[in-house]
């Protein structure tokens, strides 16, 4: 284990695809250190980590980390939140189907369809207010009013969250997903989590409605074994935060890489290359989603060579493979929206674990997209690219803001 290279993962992001550069030089398993100097590896080769993903000498369930089961990751670590969870994350065969099942048909293809023109509306109304958003110097924060605000507005209206909880519930997914929050609001977050979810489904088991939440509260009144009151509660906050935080990033990264690279917009605007295409390079190029947890190993194994102990984490670090040479071709560090041939990306995950809402989020994403430069095609940075400021997450690979003028 010392002759395996040992890259400590920066907590502020700040130089995201350089760090995944440097993760993908080191080898295909790479040793990574945390906050809090906690140790996991990482898995930089598409084709490894896609077999390590249906390996069944590997778990979802962190009941199986050593280093949580023997009480050296405090209450206060940052990355608890993405990590202590009994949900559909968590659970594998059959118990991960049984916790998937009951959430695919509002996810599903036609689930979607039959949410487009909602979501069509949506997009229109928050880009009519978009001028009204900009501040004395004409100045637009994108991130917020747009690509934030679409996502949340969907999910809360397919989760019957009322609107004017939105702004509490944004707040506490970007506390889970940073990577810098101090201990104490660390655990004040996990405790607001449990309050807000808790008042969802009392409100909902009272005035139920034609939503997901009021479903699976449906579901377990009628059985409760096929669904704990934990599961619910935490298979509720998985589909709120999940159905914000990969649309927002992919949205935002998206906007940026277009405005960056004008001949690749020029593509898109003029027709030559469908939006489809768009998002799909996006996901690939820049994907929304850094480093998941976390599969843990349920006996010693051997990856590439390295030996990996029982009772170990291992993350996908999903951006990074999205670059990665080997499966995508010498050229995998250009942004290339006419790519050919086209290779299949892991920004969505991959076999019985791959994301259930990658349809929503794809559509959400293109619509968004089309119409954002249909209706502003003189969209432009406000600012130099170097003054984006990255969110500071090892999950998250997006923007704090993006300011632009509509033009």
Known sequence: MSATPTITLDPTATDHQGEAARLRAAGPVVRVLLPGG???WAVTTQKLLAELITDPRITKDWHHWHQLAEGRIPEGWPLIGMIKVTNLVSADGPEHQR????ILGALSPRGVTALTPRIRQIITELLDELPGRAGADGVVDLHEHFSVALPLQVICEIMGVPADWRARLRQLVDNVLSAVLPPEEVVQTQAAITGLLAELI?????????DLTSDLIALRAEDPAALSARELMDTLWALLAAGQETTLSLLTNA??????HPDQLALAQSGQVGWEAVVEEVLRFDGPVANFPGRYTLEDITLAEVPIPAGEMVLAPYSALGR????HGPDAGRFQL???PATRHLAFGHGPHV???????RTEARLALEALFGRYPGLRLAVGQEQLVPIPS?????????PVRLG
């Not at 009392?202 to 034609?210: D, N, Q, R």
């Not at 990665?324 to 499966?327: A, G, L, S, T, W």
Request: proline share 9%.
């Open 202 to 210: 009392e409100l909902k088991t009272a005035h139920p409605g034609e």
């Open 38 to 40: 906690v140790t996991a």
């Open 255 to 260: 906007v940026r890489l277009l405005l960056t």
């Open 99 to 102: 916790l998937r099942s009951p």
């Open 394 to 402: 090892h999950f998250t690979n997006s923007l704090t803001a993006l």
């Open 324 to 327: 990665c040479p080997v499966h």
């Open 338 to 340: 006419d790519r050919h």
């Open 355 to 361: 994301c259930p809402g990658a349809h929503l989020a």
